[in-house]
């Protein structure tokens, strides 16, 4: 078994060979930022946002504290402070997760599915329940003030035409020409 900081050193390294944009705060491999782009199938896609990453010294066995640093409209993350509710981070945290799990499945699955039930800003939760367009409109206005890549010191993403697919883009690709699937 490997001990807890050569564990924190492998998953950072994998963060940031998954194109990940990686900030060290310090010297340490403690405290970091990620820049977070919006999943493509919400209202949040062409958001970016720098989440601040912290390490406890007993991690993987502990869970990272995760922060939205710039703000972003949702029922779930604390408008003033960026705190994030995510039960998985929170509370059911393993250690078979990784830094990656974070930004690739946990936070996407965060943005796209909200639980309005167990809100950290009762405003985003209370107009998703009584006003679901009113809400992504929000979503997209917060997005434009303040999540644009420029306001995290990224620049804007851009693909030539040339450039590979990625697997997500190359197998939304195939449904477009196929068509879904029989089941």
């Not at 710039?70 to 960026?82: A, C, L, Q, R, T």
């Not at 830094?99 to 690739?104: C, G, S």
């Not at 990224?154 to 030539?160: R, V």
Request: with cysteine.
């Amino acid at each position: 078994m490997s001990s807890p900081s050569k564990r924190r050193e492998m998953d950072l390294m994998k963060l940031m060979m998954s194109d990940y944009k990686v900030e060290m705060i310090n010297d340490g491999m403690l405290e970091f930022y990620v820049h977070f782009h919006g999943p493509t199938e919400s209202p949040y896609h062409g958001g970016v946002w720098k989440i601040r990453v912290e390490l406890p010294d007993a991690y993987p066995y502990k869970s990272p504290s995760i922060g939205f640093i710039n703000k972003i409209y949702h029922p779930n993350v604390d408008e003033m402070s960026g705190s994030v509710c995510l039960d998985v981070i929170n509370q059911t945290w393993s250690p078979m997760f990784d830094l990656v799990n974070v930004f690739e499945v946990f936070l996407p699955q965060l943005l796209l599915y909200p639980n309005p039930s167990d809100p950290l800003n009762g405003e985003a939760a209370a107009l998703m329940m009584r006003d679901r367009a009113a809400y992504e409109q929000r979503v997209k206005e917060y997005c434009q003030k303040y999540a644009k890549p420029e306001d995290v010191g990224a620049a804007p993403e851009e693909k030539s035409s040339d450039e590979e697919l990625s697997e997500a883009e190359y197998d939304s690709a195939d449904d477009a020409v196929a068509g879904p699937v029989d089941p």
